[in-house]
């Protein structure tokens, strides 16, 4: 099993390596690649030390796999080399998310759409995985009318850059800013960039993201996307408006039966999910799970995940691991 890891100098890169390793995936040959300034360098992998090299030379040895994290323009120009010569790509960026012809995979969700015949697969943005991972099954049970999300989220989510500039700010030291504010005791209601109709990017993403996974564009979807000082992970207040009427036991029932959804939900004792509790981790949490009190049929929740791993690097293994297991590859 040949793995190219393609951006494996970057934060996410970084964090496939850590996964692929921790996870045990059956690498018999790995590939480390990143930009021209990195070939030559070193990454480690099982205490061991791999040369990265060009995308050329990646391509020409076609790998099994090649798991991309190295942003939209570099996936679109050489992820379909990688799939001329037969590897399957596995995709970090936006670059293939909304393409009617590319699948967009939560494992745990929907990687039973996935055949032999796909050559270049979607991972989804790290907010939306962790948002499907809850809708997903909900959805199954009670029908998804309107869903409502605000999201806290991390600097780790800009990459080194912006943790570099909070940790600058924390110290009171000197850093590049990543942001047009300082994000040290700020919340920025601003990830990624403005679209014409005064959306972020990231807020599109997750509007248009979850109907592609769950099959289903019957539902409506609206988001604000906030950046917050934090560095563990992911956070997520979610409003969902459901076609039927549900209880909450059954919904903790539910959601706790679902593998890789953590329920912490227990205020009596103060316990809920927290970036702080997420990180390192690779599931998803949920919690402070109640009835809105102002409408029918509606919830509110708050979902915590790290997003560098289950948000990006764990989902793109797990993806790997089910083209294994169903003899995808």
């Not at 995985?129 to 009318?145: A, E, F, R, T």
């Not at 959306?199 to 019957?218: A, N």
């Not at 959601?255 to 959804?261: A, K, Q, W």
């Not at 949490?285 to 109640?290: K, Y």
């Amino acid at each position: 099993m040949k793995v190219a890891v393609v951006g494996s100098t970057g934060m996410v890169g970084q964090v496939m390596l850590k996964v692929l390793e921790e996870r045990n995936f059956p690498v018999t040959e790995l590939i480390p690649v990143a930009s021209e300034k990195s070939v030559g360098k070193k990454v480690k992998y099982k205490q061991k030390e791999f040369t990265i090299v060009s995308m050329k030379d990646a391509i020409a040895a076609k790998p099994d796999i090649a798991i991309f994290s190295a942003g939209g323009s570099t996936s679109l120009e050489f992820a379909p080399l990688f799939a001329e010569v037969g590897t399957t790509v596995i995709d970090n960026s936006s670059a293939w998310r909304m393409d009617p012809d590319k699948k967009l995979i939560v494992p745990e969700i929907n990687a039973d759409v996935l055949t032999n015949e796909d050559k270049i697969i979607a991972n989804p943005n790290c907010s939306t995985i962790q948002l499907v991972m809850v809708l997903g099954p909900l959805n199954k049970k009670y029908d998804l009318k309107r869903v409502i999300v605000s999201t806290y989220q991390s600097v780790t989510g800009t990459g080194k850059a912006a943790v570099d500039q909070l940790n600058g700010e924390i110290s009171g030291n000197d850093a590049a800013k990543v942001y047009p504010y300082q994000i040290f005791k700020n919340a920025l209601p601003h990830c990624d960039v403005f679209a014409d109709d005064d959306y972020t990017k990231e807020e599109i993403k997750l509007m248009k993201e979850p109907k592609k996974i769950l099959g289903d564009d019957t539902f409506n979807l609206t988001a604000t996307a906030v950046r917050v000082p934090v560095q563990g992970g992911h956070s997520e207040s979610v409003n969902i408006e459901f076609e039927n009427e549900f209880e909450l036991d059954e919904v903790r029932k539910i959601l706790s039966e679902t593998p890789g959804v953590v329920v912490m939900d227990d205020v009596k004792n103060n316990h809920y999910p927290m970036p702080l509790y997420s990180e390192g981790k690779d599931e998803v949490f949920v919690g402070r799970i109640r009835r809105d009190l102002s409408q029918p049929k509606t919830l509110n929740l708050w979902i915590v995940a790290d997003n560098l791993r289950k948000g990006a690097a764990t989902n793109a293994v797990q993806i790997a691991e089910y083209l294994v297991a169903n003899n995808l590859v």
